[in-house]
């Protein structure tokens, strides 16, 4: 019982994924999992946020129901409900992929695993046992956790993470969050939704600093319309917990700032799961925190593979699943097409939401590419008019050499959806009069993708 064809540490979208299709390839597989199945992102990142975001978003829509006609009264968010609500969601995913598990034949091993040879996993059990399990093949799944910096201890209680961030007892009346990129920003926009004073503190010149720098001043914008405070440029020296509030000193381009909140949430990044778990005893090698793979995630011992967020590359929960069926399939003796890591979709589920694939102008054009770029306002879209939600765009980015499409930048009302039709376009290779001459149905947000080509191309109609 303890013998298969493949052992998973890990049951994130990487480890759950990687294990189904093994199974339907014809493997013998065994998932080892030290807390819930699902892994951080259903039970306690991707899914569950979404949930306090819907939350959110339902709060804000009855906020402004006069504005479509309809009398509703001041709403008041109950705060432990919305949060009871979230970890249902989340409880009811874990349970479906333990019924997917179990309709694969795919036997949960609860634990912490840790390799001890290149065939053999040992894990420490719930009973405070030691189990030994065999395989011919390992994959580590083992994702990551909040990042901590020097200056910014994680206690649980006063300076959080993400996990503790989404199940706090009471609404704080006031919040500092540190960093900007998705996790931060989706957070920062939540709690301030529900009535939080928020002041959302990042080191670089702009929010979502990796995105599109347009998008970036957009969401910008959107945060300070809701009476958010955005420090950007500015970096948290340390936070002093020994009073009721928590003080935080705040270096700004200007000078120092403190500002007195109730809790600091750290989103400053993620840290890989790789310490304990007998990398080294087994020769696997590592850089950077990351370990080392090949396009099919072989690390450097022979029957031992790693995905997800403990290798180099986006740590995104599609990209995880993504890795694991080619890492898969190669083990099964098929020729699976390697992760094409320049045609990765990112969504942050902000409001209004951010969506991006592929290069940015700046990033084309410091890689010495002529671009030609075309963009779509909403506030000309009737849908965007008729659903009130009429800021934001949709920019795309073409090489003026053959208007092939290389990037696509977006931000508005259900821009995380429209993304996708730029990642298969991007894979087909599409060009502007591709687009241009694919009608798309009216109306619908996702004419903005349409009505940027034309642009592009000097036929815009509507823009």
Known sequence: MNDFDLIIIGSGPGGYVGAIRASQL???????????????CLNWGCIPTKALLKSAQVLDYIRH?????????????????VIARSRGVADAMSKGVQYLFKKHNIQ????????????SVEVDTPEGEKQIFTARHIIIATGARSRELPNLKQDGKRIIGYREAMSLTE????????????????????????????????????????????????LERAFRKMKMKTMTGSSVEKVDISGKKCLVTIKTPKGEELAEVDIVLSAVGINANIEGIGLEECGVKTDRGKITVDKYYRTSVEGIYAIG??????????????????????????????????NIPGCTYTTPEVASC?????????????????????????????????EGFVKLVFDASDYKLIGGHMIGMNVTEMISSIVVARKLGATAHDLLHSIHPHPTMSEGIMEAAADALGEAIHG
């Open 26 to 40: 014809g493997m013998k597989v065994g998932v080892i999992e030290k807390a819930e199945t699902g892994g951080i």
């Open 65 to 81: 129901a006069a504005d479509y006609g309809i009398n509703a009264g001041e709403p008041s968010p109950d705060f432990s409900a």
């Open 108 to 119: 949960i091993i609860s634990g912490f695993g840790r390799l001890k040879g290149k065939d």
């Open 171 to 218: 609404l704080p009346a006031s919040m500092a969050v540190v960093g900007s990129g998705a996790i931060g920003s989706e957070f920062a926009g939540f709690y301030r939704s529900m009535g939080t004073e928020v002041t959302l503190v990042e080191f670089m010149p702009r929010v979502l600093p990796l995105e599109d720098e347009e998008v970036s001043r957009t």
């Open 309 to 342: 967020d403990v290798v180099p590359g986006p740590a995104l929960a599609h990209v995880a699943s993504a890795e694991a069926i080619v890492c898969v399939e190669k083990i099964a003796g098929l020729d699976p097409e390697p992760v094409d890591y320049g």
């Open 358 to 390: 592929g290069m940015t102008e700046e990033a084309a054009q410091a890689a010495g590419i002529e671009t030609k770029t075309g963009k779509f306002m909403f506030m000309a879209s009737g849908k965007a008019s008729a659903a009130g939600a009429r």
